[in-house]
């Protein structure tokens, strides 16, 4: 069965520094790879997608990798806000979606 | 808010009410998806429907029943529920399963609380 690992899982860092999430997965046979945001109580919102045979993408500050065969991906978020404040999500698509605990980002202003 | 809706947002409900979630979505897509999500938890995927049928029932309890009339409405009908339960039940919709380009839109969520 797939499993899909979030590190950390929580992260607090101040206002405009870069910063990094880390998925990993432990099947490599997948569709594709999404991010999802999550604010509190509310539902979740697609960031970016990455297909099999991509290798990244970038939407904005937002920019997602995918090494498949080591069956790991980042998100990397630049310039960090205090908006950005959420739970991020990854999720593998392979015989169905499995999704990670999350990384709880807090932006300090 | 995305295109994809879900009532009621909040339910509390006794270890032996019946009650419904609703879910609708008006993205014109042929999959939606029920997922439990509970605190510290991954998102634990439930039911799949592709064009109105059923594709895949995660080993849920029969105390858990779907249905998908149309391909723009889902509903969950709870029955004898337990407290472990109590989670947010998330819906979602995706054009179609089984594709590297499938997004998955995610309603708001039913907190649900079960007494």
């Known amino acids: 069965k797939q499993e899909v690992t979030q590190i950390p899982a929580a992260l607090s860092v101040p206002e405009g520094e870069n910063l990094v999430l880390n998925c990993s997965f432990t099947?490599?046979?997948?569709?594709?790879l999404q991010w999802f945001r999550q604010d509190p109580g509310k539902g979740l919102t697609s960031l970016l997608l990455?297909?099999?045979?991509?290798r990244e993408q970038t939407s904005g500050r937002l920019n997602a990798s995918l090494d498949k065969s080591s069956g790991r991906s980042t998100l990397y978020i630049a310039a960090s806000q205090p908006g950005d404040s959420a739970t991020y999500l990854c999720?593998?698509?392979?015989?169905?979606?499995?999704f990670g605990t999350g990384t709880s980002l807090t932006v300090i202003p | 808010e995305t295109g994809v809706t879900q009532t009621p947002r909040h339910l509390v409900m006794g270890m032996t009410n019946k009650k419904s979630l609703k879910c609708e979505q008006h993205?014109?897509?042929?999959?939606m998806y029920w997922y439990k999500q509970s605190a510290k938890k991954p998102l634990e995927l439930m039911f799949v429907?592709?064009?109105?049928?059923?594709?895949e029932n995660n080993s849920v309890p029969s105390r858990f029943s779907p249905e998908c009339p149309n391909s723009s409405h889902l509903f969950l009908h709870l029955h004898t529920l337990q407290p472990e339960d109590s989670a947010l039940y998330l819906c979602?919709?995706?054009?179609?399963?089984?594709?590297?380009?499938?997004?998955?839109?995610f309603g708001p969520g039913t907190r649900l609380t079960v007494l």
């Open positions: 429907y592709n064009f109105k049928e059923q594709t």
């Open positions: 999720a593998v698509s392979g015989n169905q979606f499995y």
């Open positions: 993205l014109g897509h042929n999959a």
């Open positions: 099947d490599s046979a997948i569709y594709n």
């Open positions: 990455i297909q099999s045979s991509q």
């Open positions: 979602a919709s995706s054009q179609a399963r089984d594709s590297s380009t499938d997004t998955q839109y």
